[in-house]
């Protein structure tokens, strides 16, 4: 069983940074795509940003996050990151990390097999 679980989030002012980071147990790391998504309250859950297992092969990104979020991994730690500038207050939300047992998940929440408990992060104006 893949065991995955998130740190980084937090309170941030707008404008600002955060790194996001998913450390990955109990699976082949680096034959899974990877995946980020997120739920602010009274919203349905998001896709953010995704990678294919080979690390950059394939990326996606939702048109909200484009040329702020940038997502990487680190097969050799078992982690993959989600490094966000730019912050905005829309940007709030319970952030969720993803693994899908095929070498890409893809934008959809369907495509992945195990998930993450969440990390909030907060974005003041």
């Known amino acids: 069983q893949v065991q995955l679980v998130e740190s980084g989030g937090g309170l941030v002012q707008a404008g600002g940074s955060l790194r996001l980071s998913c450390a990955a147990s109990g699976g082949t790391f680096s034959s899974y795509g990877m995946g980020w998504f997120r739920q602010a309250p009274g919203k349905e859950r998001e896709s953010v940003a995704a990678i294919s297992w080979s690390g950059g092969g394939i990326t996606y990104y939702a048109d909200f996050v484009k040329g702020r979020f940038a997502i990487s991994r680190d097969n050799a730690k078992n982690t993959v990151y989600l490094q966000m500038n730019s912050l905005k207050p829309e940007d709030t939300a319970v952030y969720y990390c993803?693994?899908?047992?095929?070498?890409?998940?893809?934008?959809?929440?369907?495509?992945?097999?195990?998930w993450g408990q969440g990390t909030q992060v907060t974005v003041s104006s």
């Open positions: 993803a693994a899908a047992r095929k070498s890409y998940g893809g934008r959809t929440a369907g495509g992945y097999d195990y």
